[in-house]
């Protein structure tokens, strides 16, 4: 192992003769409600909302927004990253570590890099940023560690290793601040069995708090039974890993993370099938609502029961107060990939309001009166080689952040829509844990497998469901937008351009080209009283035929690949 930190004589320059000013002592309550002009973890604050108060930049003036700095990160991936910002300075993560910025002028401040111990199965696409603490900076590297910094030198402080190499744990997101807790969603169902985990560490020294595990290992857990055959990561039985972003609700102290598909993925795989009713499998394909101070089970959310069809409930999750039959009700937000937006009780997981979010379900059928999820039965499958016209397919309906506006109650949500042709594909016999687990065959499509559009922001009421405007294309779109008190709603997209919208009407303000495509988050922050507004491109390789980039039907370019940037716009 080998760690690198470059730059650190820029610091004093930065701190004693730079704009930025780094004060950087906080409070858990800065974490849970920032103050205006920061951003210190990926949704801003810990409800994930990805509201800013500022106004400075708004409707009248959005016009004249002017490039002040932009930096070429020197790799070249598709992000799926958000910046974050405290005391002046702009966090950003990186292919092996972290890198940081004056947020005012864009000088190099400090950068921590660190080659691999071990090769690691997962794409560097780090979703969420850094997590800004009490003079730390905390992040994930893919590998397994989770590592903090000292957030003015770039020095680490502490680290804790929280995954099973042999297993191919690893991480594609950052980690969530939740009361003092660092909480963390290794990844590792898809490439070597593992099964799902949350696991909360100290902030203050990496010391591991509690573990919950997505996959019960133990009979005494009454999800235990909900398996035809009893999880175990030896058999390759499990999955579920939580490896998007999850939020925190200081409100009722509740963490809520999306699991993904059970290992094996298919059910005429011998290791899961049964005769009669599909077993749920808990809790995979689920949310799940969980205590901050003790690690246990608050409350889930199955969505696809017995998924077999890769149908990972990965999509970050978000609280917020909104009314229902007159009352302020404190409820989490959650986009589903099969195609449904819900409003849940954010204490006790009640099911308060749902609504189709896709404009064709054929394997997710809506929720009975009982609130479980129908799963077209049509869509079981019995043997290879047979294939099912799943819609939404496996680009999913939503899976990037969204934001929710308290001035407009509206939710903000990046979402696309296009069919696959889905078949069973079992895992070998002799597959040992490690090894690839993920298995699936795509059959032919034609025209009817794609709609007018691939990718919309959309502003959905999320009590009535109503879609109040939508802002559609033919690329896919799964980026972070924002909103702001100024009434914008901020993102860039997939054809390279970045825009500005009217919160309330969905009129493009403003639009930018810049230099790639891009599935980055956006952020606003303040410094020294000047508002800007920062974006990242990154695009390393066109998708496959499976989960195209962009509508085949439609005459269009491909998209434009380029370096990892960052650039930040503010008024003249």
């Known amino acids: 192992m080998k760690s690198i930190r470059r730059s650190i004589m820029a610091l ?52 004249d927004l002017r490039l002040a700095w932009a930096r070429d990160l020197d790799f070249r991936q598709t992000h799926q990253g958000t910046p974050t910002a405290w005391g002046g300075l702009l966090y950003v993560n990186t292919e092996e570590g972290v890198v940081a910025f004056d947020g005012a002028t864009g000088d190099l401040v400090w950068e921590f890099v660190e080659e691999p111990e071990f090769a690691s199965p997962f794409a560097p696409a780090p979703r969420g940023g850094p997590v800004v603490y009490d003079g730390k900076v905390i992040f994930n590297l893919r590998n397994g560690p989770t590592v903090a910094v000292d957030a003015r030198t770039g020095e680490e402080v502490w680290r804790t290793q ?33 099964p799902g985990r949350v696991v909360a560490l100290d902030v203050e020294d990496g010391e591991l708090l509690w573990t919950f595990d997505v996959v019960p290992m133990s009979p005494d857990d009454p999800a235990y039974a909900s398996w035809t055959n009893p999880p175990s990561w030896d058999d390759g039985i499990g999955g579920g890993s939580p490896w998007n972003v999850g939020a925190y609700d200081h ?67 978000m609280f917020a107060n909104v009314t229902i039959d007159g009352e302020d009700t404190r409820v989490a937000l959650l986009a589903t990939t099969s195609g449904y937006i ?4 954010a204490m006790s997981g009640e099911l308060l309001r749902w609504h189709q979010g896709a404009e064709e379900v054929t394997l997710h059928l809506g929720f009975d009166d009982d609130d479980r999820a129908i799963i077209n039965p049509d869509a079981r499958f019995e043997e290879e080689g047979v294939f099912f016209r799943m819609c939404p397919g496996l680009r999913w309906a939503h899976i990037a952040p969204g934001a929710f506006s308290p001035d407009t109650g509206l939710w903000y949500r990046p979402n696309q ?21 993920y298995y699936f065959e795509t059959g032919p499509v034609d025209d009817s497998y794609w709609f007018d559009r691939l990718g919309a922001l959309t502003a959905f009421d999320p009590v009535t469901g109503e879609v109040v405007w939508e802002f559609a294309y033919d690329y896919g779109y799964d980026a972070g937008p924002v909103v702001t008190g100024g009434g914008l709603v901020f993102s860039a997209f997939t054809d390279r351009n970045f825009r500005a919208f009217d919160a309330a009407t969905g009129d493009v303000l403003w639009q930018q080209p810049l230099t790639a495509g891009s599935r980055a988050g956006t952020i606003t922050y303040e410094v020294d009283g000047k508002q800007y507004v920062a974006t990242m491109t990154g ?34």
């Open 12 to 63: 004093a320059a930065a701190a004693l003769v730079g704009s930025a000013s780094v004060g950087l002592a906080q409070t858990i309550d800065d974490l849970n409600n920032p103050p205006p002009g920061e951003w210190p973890q990926h949704g801003r604050d810990a409800a994930a909302t990805r509201y800013s108060p500022l106004d400075q930049i708004n409707t009248s003036n959005v016009g």
């Open 162 to 194: 929280t995954v099973r190499p042999e297993l191919e744990e690893g991480y594609t997101s950052s980690p969530i601040f939740a009361d003092g807790k660092i909480v963390l969603g290794p990844t590792g169902a898809d490439f070597g069995g593992a």
């Open 251 to 317: 409100v009722t102290r509740t963490v809520v993370y999306g699991t993904g598909q059970p290992t094996p993925w298919d059910r005429i795989d011998p290791r899961r099938a049964n005769e009669g009713e599909p077993t749920d499998d808990l809790y995979t394909a689920s949310f799940v609502g969980i205590d901050v101070d003790t690690g246990a089970l608050r409350w889930y959310r199955q969505i696809v029961p017995g998924d077999e069809w890769d149908m990972d409930q990965h999509t970050v999750p």
């Open 342 to 345: 819900l409003v849940v009780d």
């Open 417 to 437: 829509m296009g069919c696959v042709s889905f078949g069973a594909e079992v895992m070998p016999d002799d597959w040992e844990p490690g090894e690839r687990a």
């Open 539 to 572: 695009f390393a390789a066109a998708s496959s035929a499976v989960i195209p980039d962009y509508n085949p039907n439609a005459d269009l370019p491909s998209v434009v690949l380029g370096n990892v940037s960052l650039f930040v716009f503010a008024l003249p």
